[in-house]
Structure formats: structure tokens, C-alpha cells
């Protein structure tokens, strides 16, 4: 069933993510760049606080971010082979365990499904001679978000921008038992400059070419609201826009269109600005980071994924 409401409602942090009435911790999302093979975290440039960890390093961050309060996160799985149009489930479903094991019901884990970090090419996409072959896609991303389910993610966050990507998804995941696992999709994601510092963390540079012709065209308002429609039509629990401060005008919008609660993707281009302008003493970074979380819950913003989660408690959130 694609539309199922219970889907939010079936744990103590997917309702705390949700609540309408309060801005709390509960409602920002930390994410995490497990890199297999890695021998010592690797700090990336910009992203404050924020470094490339093996499981062993990402398993004591993560213990540190509970005691900070933190308990939503979104992983990203770097596998340390890629192959060119298939994803290595085989890393991604190792530190999805190793999370679970450890921390239990203590975190909501939710896992971006993408191919781009996992493809010599690093398109999100199966490619034949450049070209998409949206099934085959559509097929590996389904795959994919199975077996993370099966690995322990509480949640999956596919941010490919294929046609027809949620409802595979939801099918495959309804279909081998995981009826109740949320889709918090990249609905609204623009082809953006603001994505540098991620595409080092998350190794997911495209080899050539560029990915204009799958993300939305930053002119386009009525192709970004059509793309999170669609998502919400095909079963999406939660929408999102990306970058989020250059999305602001979208958050109510597409909620109002289709009665879903829309997040904001404070990317990785965002959220290095303040950073840097810190470390020029141009703006007090601490205070700009708040700053910029308020204006988004007043844009109507349900939940922020932010590289500065783990600061919250400090900032008074």
C-alpha cells in the first residue's frame, strides 16, 4: 500500500520527527560518510565537524552525537570498489548492521539510495553507452533499498531523481516484508552548485558530463513542484527540497499540494559558507547556523538534514 499514514507513526522517532507543534533536536538530521577501507577519518574541506570515518570511527561519533542529543542520521555508504552500474550492497548493509547492533531503537537510521557513489562513473544511474536505462535503474535502486532495509535502516532516502524511483521502491520494499519502512525521498532536487564539498565526502563526482539532465533545471518552479507530486503520488512518507536555502519558496507550496511534511536539505555548499565566513571573522558561526535553522522551520520546513546537527544541544535547539 503506498499511501499507509501508520508509516510515521510506527516509533517514538519517526513521531518526534513529525511533530507539528515544536522545533526540537528530534527534527534535524545528522549525516554520516562511513568510507570503506579508510585507516583514519579523513576531515572533509568545509564541513565543519564533519569528517570521511570507517565503521569502528563512525560507531564512536555516532555514540557521541546521542549524548549531544542527536538522534535522527543519514548514512552514506562509500564502498571502497565500484563497479560500473551496480551498487556494493555488501559495505552498505556491513555498517548499516554494525549501527544497529550497537545503538538498537536508540537512533532512527535512515540511508540514502543512490548509484553515484557506488559507480565508476558516478552517474545515478545504470548507463548504456552514456545513456540511462531507467529500468535497469529503477531495478538496482529497489534492490538496493531492500537490502538496507533488511540490514536494519529504519529508513529509505533515494536521491537519484529517476522517473518512477519511489514507487519501485515502496513495491519492492511492501513486497519482502517492510511495509512500515518509510521513503523520505530527494523530491525537489535542483542540479546545483552548492554540492562541491559533498561530492569529496561522498567520492561521487560524475566522471564526465554533468547530471542537468535528471536534477531539476534551477529555473523551473513548476518542474519542482511536479517532481515532489509525483513523489508523493507514487507513496513518498516524506518530501524534501535540495539546496534548502535556495528552495525556500517550495517548502509550503508542496506541502500544501500534497499534504506530506517537506524537509530542507541544508547542503554541503550552505552549510562550508558559514564555515568559512567564520573562519574569516566575518559572522559568528554558532549564531548563523541557528539562524539559518529558524528560517527554515519559518518557511514551513518539517525536518532539516544539517552537517551541524550534532551542535544543536549547544545552540539552545
Known sequence: MSNRLMRLRASRHLRDLCAETEFTRAQLIQPLFIVEGLEHDEPITGLRGTARQNIPSALRQIERDLENGVTQFLLFPVPGEKKLNQFNHH?????????????????????????????????????????????????????????????????????????????????????????LTPVMSYSTKFASQFYGPFRQAADSAPQ??????????????????????????????????????????????????????????????????????????????????????????RAGAQYIITYGARYARQLGI
Not at 543512490?114 to 552517474?123: E, I, N, Y
Request: with cysteine; aromatic share 6%; glycine share 8%.
Open 91 to 179: 559495505f552498505s548493509q556491513q555498517a548499516i548492521s554494525a549501527i544497529r547492533r550497537q545503538f538498537g531503537d536508540d537512533l532512527c537510521l535512515w540511508v540514502d539510495t543512490c548509484l553515484c557513489s557506488s559507480t565508476t562513473h558516478g552517474h545515478c544511474a545504470v548507463l548504456d553507452d552514456a545513456r540511462i536505462n531507467l529500468d535497469a535503474t529503477l531495478n538496482e535502486l529497489a534492490q538496493a533499498a531492500l537490502a538496507f532495509a533488511e540490514a536494519g535502516a529504519d529508513g529509505i532516502s533515494p536521491s537519484d531523481m529517476m522517473d518512477g524511483r519511489v514507487a519501485r521502491i515502496r513495491t519492492r520494499l511492501d513486497e519482502g516484508g517492510f511495509e
Open 208 to 297: 564526465f558530463g554533468d547530471r542537468r539532465h535528471y536534477q531539476i533545471d534551477v529555473r523551473h518552479r513548476t518542474d519542482a513542484l511536479a517532481c515532489s507530486e509525483r513523489c508523493a503520488e507514487e507513496g513518498a512518507d516524506l518530501l524534501m527540497v535540495k539546496p534548502g536555502l535556495t528552495s525556500l519558496d517550495l517548502i509550503r507550496p508542496i506541502h500544501e499540494r500534497t499534504g506530506r511534511a517537506v524537509g530542507a536539505y541544508q547542503v554541503s555548499g550552505e552549510y562550508a559558507g558559514l564555515a568559512l565566513l567564520a573562519e574569516q571573522g566575518l559572522t559568528n558561526f554558532d549564531a548563523a547556523l541557528r539562524e539559518t535553522w529558524h528560517v527554515f522551520k
